[in-house]
């Protein structure tokens, strides 16, 4: 009980005021012997409505500890004007990414392959000129099933010693 007592007395005298952000919300620190260790606790106390997602990144790091110092006044303008300068460069690069795609800057745009579309897979494979994948000499048009060369290739060897497992990919010979 006595201990109890002693953190509400505490936490009543000795908090201290360690900044307020934009919006209202103050944040306090203070210094309490916790198992012999004197260990600093910090907390906001919301102005309004609490709205944790509302509080900066600076005092989100602060409350956290992964600042030491709490933000200044002066910094947390430098950070706000930084912010609005990057949302200006990102709809400056929008717009010209706009106007590059109407003046038909970029030739070849990528389609939109929808449930309606299939992939190009002659073009993927033509990515690959060494694969024949059953075009051999000229029999391009071909693509019928020739059971005099249907061969088991479960156990012929891969030339490198190994021997062919099922379901892997073995490029023709």
């Not at 109890?4 to 919300?25: E, M």
């Not at 947390?76 to 038909?104: D, T």
Request: glycine share 8%; proline share 6%.
């Amino acid at each position: 009980m006595a201990k109890l007592l002693s953190k509400l007395k505490g936490f009543f005298s000795l908090k201290t005021l360690a900044g307020v952000d934009k919006a209202g919300n103050r944040y306090f620190t203070r210094v309490e012997d916790v198992d012999g260790i004197m260990k600093e606790k910090r907390w906001v106390i919301f102005k309004g409505e609490e709205d944790p997602t509302a509080i900066p990144v600076e005092w989100i790091c602060w409350l956290n500890g992964q600042r030491k110092k709490a933000p200044t006044p002066q910094e947390m303008v430098q950070l706000e004007a930084m912010r609005e300068r990057v949302k200006q460069n990102v709809l400056l690069l929008k717009k010209q990414e706009e106007e590059k795609k109407a003046s038909g800057a970029y030739p070849h745009q990528r389609k939109n392959i929808g449930k309606d579309g299939s992939p190009d897979l002659r073009s993927f494979i033509q990515q690959f000129p060494d694969a024949s994948f059953g075009h051999k000499n000229g029999d391009e048009g071909s693509t019928a099933n020739d059971d005099t060369k249907t061969e088991d290739r479960s156990t012929e060897p891969t030339g490198s010693g190994q021997s062919f497992k099922p379901g892997m990919w073995q490029p023709p010979t």
